[in-house]
């Protein structure tokens, strides 16, 4: 069974270092390098984990700055991948954004090759100011005229 736990446990928590710290191992990639970064927002209780039978597929870091909320980080196991896990994870998270009031949800999209899934999703490209080579994106929460 596919859940969203906007308040992740102890054995949420290793299970996605356990994940993480294999694929690094193996693949030297991914986002155990930012170990710290997730293991403070678990702390200050800004992970969101979704879990198949109560094991830790995915998670999102977020910080809430008044209206605005910032993806630091998204990352599914690999092994789960392609079967719409992310979709419901960010979808559900968007809809905790909101109930926080917030208008607007930001991130920078690292992969490069992430781009396309959170253009499916609906978040769009700010405008590239020269020299810049990062790829940032937005989604407005809240209904807006045209």
Known sequence: MLKVNFQPNEKHF???EKWLSAEWNETNQ???SN??????????K????????DYSVGFVVYKIYELTAVIDITEIK???RKKGIAKK???ETLDFFKSKEVLVTELFCSPENSEPFWKRIGFLNFPKLPDESQIN?????????Q
């Open 14 to 16: 290793a299970d996605i």
């Open 30 to 32: 991914g986002f155990y």
């Open 137 to 145: 994106m937005y989604k407005t929460l809240a209904e807006t005229l």
């Open 35 to 44: 170990w710290r970064m997730i293991s403070e927002a678990f702390d200050k």
């Open 89 to 91: 994870l960010i979808n």
């Open 78 to 80: 690999q092994s789960e």
């Open 46 to 53: 800004k992970l969101i984990v979704i879990t198949v039978n």
